[in-house]
């Protein structure tokens, strides 16, 4: 027997918050989740759905509310899917994320001595993307421009988004307001219909160069010189606009074409010493300020003296690789996605790094090769996608026994499930530190040390 039925309406103590942002109560020890309550809140709630293990209810009064609750500044943040916390003072944040990486830690790594730092936050957790990826629509007859609803392609038309740089808003709006007068029809994705599916606003935090991208459904584009016009009135300190050409019928947001129509190809950015020249499509982390401090503890946990053979696996445009080359004897870098290792080579030799090497490959593939061809790692780092590392290259770890391992990763579940494996196989974890790259949402990141016990 379940404790709640569908429709009651009761009033419930919320203990937790699931890793989307959720509050958690416990009804009788029955799980509800309840969008939009915070942990240590009484809350009536109306039950919406329940299911064998657990049930879903809407928030509808806040009885006892949070000393962390607080107004969230965003206009759409009811309905937009990019933010999940702002109700959450960034204090009430900081706590939330520490407890989900100790959390992970202990109940899925089953370690629960390993110490899990305070998150590095930011000063200002405000408007620190460096990259906005832009639909545009149209809704009711206008042309609407946004970003989109939580699992959905409907897009929460706003003016203004607070985690994005003030320019890319005033391009947005600008944009949205003359696209009619242009004559540049919004693509319609149920269609495929219309010209202009997205517009990409990337700005270098260290050298301000801006970059923005239209990404277009056809190649032929007259009103071209007309948005460029508009750009540079709006913005004038854009240094680059490109054309991306996108004919398919796909949710991913480049095509393969790139056109440069004014000013220059790249942008170029610095995180620390090391310059980075970006491309339209160039992977690149969205937060330098916090990329700087997570590069940095990466580089600290990897206690380099200037005589290690490092690998990177999972090195993206080599970003990691070449912060770690300026202090190690030499850094090979492994990146699943060409591009993005042409991108390593060209910025290893912008910084004369000569003491690296890229390749592109499946990790898990790559190492165990290196390792045959005699190139052997004295400190491991690797960074995978959220589905965290391949079981082919934990096996190659253990084999090979680098004698440190830096982990640096975006999602504590997967992270700690790797180092239970890591652990069992005879490393130590020695510290997690969490890192906040994406203030307001939900997401985590960590680096943990690990060293080979003797
Ligand atoms: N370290 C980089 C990128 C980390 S994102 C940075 O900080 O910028 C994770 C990267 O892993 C992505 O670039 C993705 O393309 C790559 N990747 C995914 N699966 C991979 C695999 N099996 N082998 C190597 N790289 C892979």
Same mark, same amino acid.
């Given at each position: 027997m379940k404790p709640v039925n569908k429709n009651d309406r009761i009033t419930v103590h919320v203990e937790d918050l699931t890793h989307d942002g959720a509050g958690v109560a416990k009804v009788e020890g029955y799980p509800l989740f309840v969008p939009g309550a915070l942990p240590g809140e009484d809350v009536v709630v109306h039950v919406l759905k329940t299911l064998k293990s657990y049930g879903f209810a809407k928030l509808i009064e806040i009885k006892q509310s949070s000393p962390?609750?607080?107004? %969230?500044?965003?206009?759409?943040?009811?309905?937009?899917? =990019?933010?999940? !916390?702002?109700?959450?003072?960034?204090?009430g944040q900081m706590t939330f994320k520490q407890k989900l990486v100790r959390d992970a830690i202990t109940r899925i790594g089953k370690l629960p001595d390993v110490p899990v730092h305070p998150v590095k936050g930011m000063e200002h957790p405000w408007r620190y993307r460096n990259k906005s990826q832009i639909p545009f629509g149209t809704?009711? =007859?206008?042309?609407? %421009?946004?970003?989109?609803?939580?699992?959905?392609?409907? !897009?929460?038309?706003?003016? !203004?988004?607070? !985690?994005?740089?003030?320019? %890319?808003?005033?391009?947005?709006?600008?944009l949205k307001k003359s696209l009619a007068e242009m004559g540049i029809e919004p693509y319609e994705e149920a269609t495929h219909r219309g010209m202009l599916r997205h517009v990409v606003v990337r700005k270098a935090r260290a050298t301000g160069e801006i970059m923005v991208v239209l990404v277009t459904k056809k190649k032929k584009f007259p009103q071209a010189a007309h948005a460029i016009e508009l750009i540079q009135a709006t913005v004038p300190e854009v240094t680059s606009i490109v054309q991306n050409i996108n004919s398919e019928k796909t949710n991913v947001i480049f095509g393969a074409e790139t056109l440069t129509l004014w000013g220059k190809d790249v942008i170029?950015?610095?995180? =620390?010493?090391?310059?980075?020249e970006i491309s339209a499509r160039s992977f690149y982390q969205i937060n330098p300020e916090q990329t700087e401090v997570l590069y940095g503890q990466a580089l600290e946990y990897a206690q380099l003296t200037g005589k290690e053979t490092v690998i990177d696996a999972y090195c993206g445009i080599g970003t990691i690789s070449l912060f770690l080359a300026q202090q190690a004897e030499f850094v090979m870098g492994v990146e699943i996605v060409p591009q993005a290792i042409e991108d390593a080579k060209r910025n290893a030799e912008l910084n004369g790094l000569s003491n690296t090497l890229f390749e592109a490959g499946p990790a898990e593939q790559v190492i165990p090769r290196?390792?045959?061809? =005699?190139?052997?790692?004295?400190?491991?780092?690797?960074?995978?996608?959220?589905?965290?590392?391949?079981?082919q290259l934990l096996r190659t770890i253990l084999k090979q026994r680098p004698t440190r391992v830096v982990y640096v990763s975006c999602n504590p579940a997967t992270l700690a499930r790797d180092l239970r494996i890591l652990e069992d196989g005879g490393y130590r974890t020695k510290e997690v530190q969490p890192v906040d790259m994406f203030p307001q949402s939900t997401h985590c990141e960590a680096v943990a040390w690990l060293e080979l016990a003797e």
């Open positions: 962390f609750r607080v107004t %969230a500044p965003c206009p759409v943040f009811d309905t937009c899917g =990019g933010c999940q !916390i702002q109700h959450l003072s960034y204090e809704q009711d =007859g206008k042309v609407v %421009a946004g970003f989109y609803q939580p699992r959905s392609h409907d !897009i929460a038309d706003t003016d !203004i988004c607070l !985690i994005q740089t003030p320019e %890319a808003d005033a391009i947005m709006v600008s170029e950015d610095q995180i =620390g010493d090391v310059r980075f290196w390792y045959k061809e =005699g190139k052997k790692a004295d400190v491991l780092v690797v960074d995978p996608p959220r589905k965290g590392c391949d079981e």
